[in-house]
């Protein structure tokens, strides 16, 4: 069992092709013997984004703190603190922070997708 603040956990920079002040956090991995899912929290920068992208597995997201746009469905859409989001797997999805405070999500995926 783990118990733990996530801001304990490492903020590292994310270096994707197309990404701008996006950083994140593993708070539950592999090294914490979890075998089904993984648990990252991402900031995101004042005026900054990831890149516009898709892969196959699904994510679920909790946006704990911030407003930003998110790409969905080939537009943009305004989300903000508290509104949950479903990516399905292989769906093209981004964000781009558009207020005056970092923007903070939680991002939950399958163990077969990337830590962080």
Request: proline fraction near 6%; hydrophobic fraction near 40%; include cysteine.
């Amino acid at each position: 069992m783990k118990i733990a603040h996530y801001t304990e956990s490492e903020l590292m920079p994310v270096g994707r092709e197309g990404a701008k002040g996006f950083a994140g956090r593993l708070v539950i991995g592999s090294r914490d013997g979890a075998k089904n899912f993984y648990m990252r929290f991402f900031e995101i920068a004042v005026n900054g984004y990831t890149p516009v992208h898709r892969h196959e597995w699904e994510h679920e997201i909790i946006i704990f703190s911030g407003k930003a746009d998110f790409f969905n469905a080939g537009k943009w859409v305004p989300v903000s603190q508290g509104d949950t989001l479903f990516v399905p797997g292989s769906e093209e999805h981004g964000f781009k922070n558009t207020g005056d405070a970092p923007m903070v999500f939680a991002c939950m995926v399958p163990s077969s997708a990337p830590e962080i």
